[in-house]
Nanobody, 115 residues
Framework: QVQPMESGGGLVQAGGSLRLSCVVS????????MAWYRQAPGKQREAVAG???????NYADSVKGRFTISRDNAKNTVFLQMNSLKPEDTAVYYC?????????WGQGTQVTVSS
């Protein structure tokens, strides 16, 4: 499929962990920088983490040390490992694939962290 497809969201208690996955078609994935964004109710969408084609990563200050982004080029998949989750991490998480030729958003997956 062309549109990125996220999975792995759910309900977790504060301090817990979740792992999000995002699958993109092979040709697109190979030439895309990948990123995770999130949008909480009443707030703007914000960048969480990104990983380049070459594997260079970057993170929002709010998640550094807790979240890890990675990509498996053989599986056309990008992951977001989220540890030590906080209630303020509650949001819809979106996958983004970008290149000079495209900007592709997934439909999002809900992450809810209870206190």
């Amino acid at each position: 499929q062309v549109q990125p497809m996220e999975s792995g969201g759910g309900l977790v208690q504060a301090g817990g962990s979740l792992r999000l996955s995002c699958v993109v078609s092979g040709i697109i994935f190979r030439f895309s920088n990948m990123a995770w964004y999130r949008q909480a109710p009443g707030k703007q969408r914000e960048a969480v983490a990104g990983i380049s084609i070459g594997g260079i990563t970057n993170y929002a200050d709010s998640v550094k040390g807790r979240f890890t982004i990675s990509r498996d080029n053989a599986k056309n998949t990008v992951f977001l490992q989220m540890n030590s989750l906080k209630p303020e991490d509650t949001a819809v998480y979106y996958c983004l694939a970008t290149s000079p030729e495209h900007v592709l958003w997934g439909q999002g997956t809900q992450v809810t962290v209870s206190s």
